[in-house]
């Protein structure tokens, strides 16, 4: 049986492309990281204008919100299921939860937010106090805890 033959260029553009493609994922995950934390940045700064008090950035949390964005990544749809459940795990009395898709930028997804009545309310929440926020994939999660 004859092996096939592979010229040397294919083989450097198949290592090419590979090499692409992982850094086309380092990317998006750096651009979701950036995403997130200029997003936190707007909450909180949303907040300070209304007199609110704004929300430390907790790791836990955050760390919550990106399984959360990766379960909806997956599962290619948004949900709050198994809130509860991330409620629980935070630590806190009490949490809030904003989810969101597809926005180009956290700015698109902040005035999203700001203009629906529900999502809001759950920026401007005075009984929360840490949050987190995470990006996979174009699947947002804001969860917001406090006492």
């Known amino acids: 049986?004859?092996?096939?033959?592979?010229?040397?260029?294919?083989?450097?553009?198949?290592?090419?492309?590979?090499?692409?493609?992982?850094?086309?994922?380092?990317?998006?995950?750096?651009?979701?990281?950036?995403?997130?934390?200029r997003l936190a940045v707007q909450v909180n700064e949303y907040r300070t204008r209304e007199h609110v008090a704004p929300l430390a950035?907790?790791?836990?949390?955050?760390?919550?919100?990106?399984?959360?964005?990766?379960?909806?990544a997956k599962a290619g749809r948004m949900s709050h299921d198994d809130f509860p459940s991330r409620v629980r795990r935070s630590g806190f009395a009490m949490c809030v939860e904003n989810i969101?898709?597809?926005?180009?930028?956290?700015?698109?997804?902040?005035?999203?937010?700001r203009s629906s009545p529900g999502h809001d309310h759950n920026m401007l929440d005075r009984r929360v106090?840490?949050?987190?926020?995470?990006?996979?994939?174009?699947y947002v999660t804001m969860i917001a805890c406090g006492k």
């Open 1 to 37: 049986m004859r092996s096939p033959t592979i010229r040397r260029g294919t083989v450097a553009m198949m290592v090419f492309a590979s090499v692409a493609a992982v850094a086309a994922v380092a990317a998006t995950a750096d651009d979701d990281v950036d995403y997130a934390r």
């Open 57 to 72: 950035v907790d790791a836990t949390i955050s760390e919550l919100a990106r399984e959360h964005s990766a379960t909806m």
């Open 100 to 113: 969101g898709w597809n926005y180009r930028s956290a700015e698109e997804q902040f005035n999203g937010w």
């Open 129 to 138: 106090e840490r949050m987190g926020v995470a990006v996979v994939a174009g």
